[in-house]
């Protein structure tokens, strides 16, 4: 069972177990430690000409997020049960079941807060943590799969090599056009029914 400490002040708050992963519990336990205005800083809304944004960058956090959270581990998948999972949208801030964003506005999202992006939330959500930790230990392990490549092509199948015949299998000379072969006939086909 997974449990969470959190410390406010100098206090340090009772550890509280974290609800199944994909309940609305869990989402509710979470939502107060996603960093919104973070979000909403390093990915700021498009201003001037252009498409409008109808959805803010810690909208579409909280989408990425749904797919960790919930048994919905892609976006087109966790985007086609958006429409029927209230909690869900609840967690993202989407107050409309049928205007949903797309798996697009995600990618987009995803790749406008980039790596180092993600990497400022991850600090900005460890600092508390560390803090909690008693001053005269070492040293902590944590791990973070950001500089790890992705295995892109890794698993991609590579196209044969051409193989050339060692000889042609015509003569070496320009071909002439055949003349057709055969007997073109139109038949009627009626029916002498009666």
Request: hydrophobic share 40%.
């Amino acid at each position: 069972m997974l449990t969470v400490s959190v410390r406010r002040g100098s206090q340090r708050a009772m550890h509280k177990a974290l609800a199944m992963t994909g309940t609305a519990q869990l989402l509710e336990q979470v939502s107060p430690f996603v960093p919104d205005d973070l979000i909403k800083h390093l990915v700021p809304p498009h201003r001037g000409r252009g498409r409008r944004a109808h959805w803010s960058s810690a909208q579409l956090y909280r989408l990425l997020l749904l797919t960790l959270l919930t048994p919905a581990h892609s976006y087109n998948r966790m985007l086609t049960l958006l429409a029927e999972q209230r909690a869900w949208r609840n967690f993202a801030y989407l107050p409309n079941r049928h205007r949903l964003p797309v798996a697009s506005q995600l990618h987009e999202f995803r790749e406008a807060i980039g790596v180092q992006g993600l990497r400022r939330v991850n600090e900005h959500l460890l600092r508390p943590l560390l803090e909690g930790l008693p001053a005269e230990r070492l040293a902590i392990g944590l791990i973070d799969a950001t500089d790890l490549p992705a295995p892109t092509s890794a698993f991609k199948k590579s196209s044969p090599d051409t193989i050339r015949p060692v000889e042609l299998p015509w003569g070496a000379g320009r071909s002439k056009p055949a003349s057709a072969v055969g007997l073109l006939v139109t038949r009627s086909t009626r029916c002498a029914c009666g």
